[in-house]
C-alpha cells in the first residue's frame, strides 16, 4: 500500500508539473518573435532552450530540465505502481 501510494504521487506530480510547463510555454507563444530553426516548434524550442549567446534575442524558458525531470518522475511512478499491480 505504501508503495503504491509513492507511485501514485511520483505519477500525479510529474504529470501536472509537465502539464504546467507546457502551458507556460503555450502561454508565451504570443509574445515570441524569432527562435531557433534546429528546433522543431516553437513551444520546443521555448522549453528547452535558454539565454540566447546572439544578437537576435531569442530567449526560451530553459525549463528543459525540469521538463525532463517530470517524465522521470512519471515513467518511475508507472513503474512502481506496475511492479505492485504484478506483486498483488
Request: charge should be positive; charged fraction near 10%; avoid cysteine.
Amino acid at each position: 500500500m505504501k508503495r503504491t501510494l509513492i507511485g501514485a504521487v511520483l505519477l500525479i506530480a510529474g504529470v501536472l508539473q509537465n502539464i504546467g510547463i507546457i502551458i507556460s510555454a503555450t502561454i508565451s507563444i504570443p509574445h515570441f518573435s524569432s527562435w531557433s530553426t534546429t528546433y522543431p516548434s516553437r513551444l520546443w524550442f521555448l522549453i528547452f532552450a535558454g539565454k540566447s549567446k546572439y544578437q537576435s534575442g531569442a530567449d526560451g524558458l530553459s525549463l528543459g530540465i525540469l521538463f525532463i525531470f517530470g517524465i522521470i518522475m512519471i515513467v518511475s511512478g508507472l513503474l512502481i505502481l506496475l511492479i505492485e499491480y504484478k506483486n498483488n
